[in-house]
């Protein structure tokens, strides 16, 4: 296994984030502030105290796993400057959405119980979390089984004046987006979704997007490490025709 490093971008040496065949899946950090978990790695924003955006693999072999007991959420340690309590949430009308969903991390207890830092989590409503965010997550795990390998990136769009939640005042997303690049043969290929902060029974290809358009949106350059020639192809692209929503 290798790791490369985006340029400009601070890490926690200790523990390297799963990467595969040497690809570099992480995007850019506007924070410069970059830390990787065993399973999982992402860039806090303190500005907004919770991640800018939160990235993974997802194979096939990540999907099987027992059901396990959820445990309490607890602060990253690994966040410098604190990632926000969990107390913040507390009878504030909204749910702790996970961005890395514990269902797809079902494959180890260790795996599992580090979706339950608060580093992982953004302000999602009980409709949205459990309705259309929660058809995303099922369909890209369906994805997962018939592609085998997945990169993953997902977080809420950040932005000035947006609500807060808390005595650490923990911004209330609007909309927030997954990106998923199969990055195998025969076909390498890549899908982004934009999806309104709000409870919804569309089709989910009604939110596809361009990779263009959101890092247009969120000032992140998502797959820097692509050659650049691919990477324009994929990224310009709000095509879907190669993912089943059957």
Not at 53 to 80: C, M
Not at 167 to 190: C, G, M, N, R, W
Not at 198 to 206: G, I, R, V
């Amino acid at each position: 296994m290798y790791l490369f490093i985006p340029k400009n971008d601070t890490i926690d040496t200790d523990v390297n984030p799963v990467a595969v065949s040497g690809f570099n899946y992480l995007p850019t950090s506007t924070t410069n502030t970059i830390v990787n978990h065993q399973y999982y790695s992402l860039s806090y924003n303190e500005n907004y105290e919770q991640a800018e955006w939160v990235a993974y693999e997802l194979t096939n072999d990540h999907l099987s796993g027992s059901n396990r007991k959820r445990p309490y959420f607890i602060q990253d340690k690994k966040v410098k400057t604190q990632s926000a309590d969990y107390r913040n949430y507390k009878k504030s009308g909204y749910t702790k959405g996970h961005l890395c969903p514990a269902g797809d991390r079902k494959f180890s207890k260790t795996a599992f119980d580090e979706t339950f830092l608060t580093s992982n989590i953004s302000p999602q409503k009980a409709d949205f979390n459990g309705g259309v965010w929660n058809r995303l997550e099922q369909k890209t795990r369906y994805w997962a089984s018939k592609d085998k390998q997945l990169f993953v990136v997902t977080g809420g769009v950040l932005s000035k004046n947006l609500k807060t939640i808390g005595h650490e005042k923990v911004a209330v997303p609007t909309h927030f987006y997954k990106i998923l690049l199969d990055y195998s043969e025969p076909k390498i290929k890549a899908i982004a979704f934009l999806v309104p902060h709000e409870a919804s029974k569309k089709p989910l290809y009604t939110f596809v997007v361009s990779i263009d358009h959101l890092e247009k949106l969120t000032n992140i350059d998502f797959f820097p490490a692509l050659p650049d020639d691919l990477e324009t192809k994929l990224e310009a692209s709000s095509s879907y025709k190669d993912w089943s929503f059957n």
